[in-house]
């Protein structure tokens, strides 16, 4: 029973343009999301976060916006850099309880941008 | 000065060995995780550790028996290794939301 889905497994976009990764979510008891990229034979870097008090959160060029009620997030990255290629995995936390801090994660997006 | 850092980065071992991946984070973080990535990419909580007591044990087969020594480090022990415990493993650690993941230790079973 996979909570947290990415449906994308990969999305290619040239240099400038805007990226758009999306993220679907089952369980309504998850309370913070975070997006994380990974480069090949590294560990997830975090990337930015949001609570789910909110429905945006910006960071330089990277935004995260959360729609509760569709149980939908979706990091947008513009102007996209060729840097910027790597995987992208969501996570999702649940609230309280003895699974505090436990992350569930999305299979990943690869994301390549052109130049 | 890196964060987490867990040694050894690459493993290759061989079916009913017994192996150990150290984990140490420098972030002053109280709760610490292995997760692991399976070949199709997931990455799933193993275990998770706060002040050395374990509050999280994802039905991980008790082969596998992490080690908390003090908060900034934990270790994974790994008895009568399988071929299916090949994947690539990841200690993390965190203070408040957000985890921080080390750099990852590639195991390999033959």
């Known amino acids: 029973d996979q909570q947290v889905k990415q449906n994308s497994p990969s999305l290619s976009v040239q240099e400038g343009r805007i990226s758009i990764l999306n993220c679907d979510y089952t369980?309504?008891?998850?309370?913070?999301f975070l997006w994380y990229k990974k480069y090949p034979a590294e560990g997830p870097t975090f990337l930015i976060s949001?609570?789910?008090?909110?429905d945006k959160n910006e960071d330089g060029r990277f935004t995260v916006f959360l729609n509760k009620s569709a149980k939908h997030l979706s990091l947008h990255i513009v102007p996209s850099q060729p840097g910027d290629s790597a995987v992208y995995f969501c996570?999702?936390?649940?609230?309280?309880?003895?699974?505090?801090?436990?992350?569930?994660f999305g299979q990943g997006t690869i994301l390549t941008v052109h130049p | 000065d890196t964060a987490v850092s867990q040694t050894p980065k690459y493993l290759v071992t061989q079916m009913g060995n017994d192996k150990s991946i150290k984990c140490e984070q420098n972030?002053?973080?109280?709760?610490m995780y292995w997760y692991k990535q399976d070949s199709k990419k997931f990455l799933k909580i193993m275990f998770s550790?706060?002040?050395?007591?374990?509050?999280i044990n994802e039905t991980v087969p008790n082969r596998f028996s992490p080690k908390s020594p003090d908060k900034a480090h934990l270790n994974l022990h790994i008895n009568s290794l399988e071929l299916g415990d090949s994947a690539v493993y990841f200690c993390?650690?965190?203070?408040?939301?957000?985890?921080?993941f080390g750099e990852g230790s590639w195991l390999t079973v033959v």
């Open positions: 972030l002053g973080h109280d709760t």
């Open positions: 996570a999702a936390r649940l609230s309280g309880g003895t699974s505090y801090g436990k992350l569930t």
């Open positions: 550790y706060n002040n050395k007591e374990l509050i």
């Open positions: 993390a650690s965190s203070l408040t939301n957000t985890i921080y």
């Open positions: 369980n309504s008891m998850f309370d913070y």
């Open positions: 949001i609570s789910s008090i909110k």
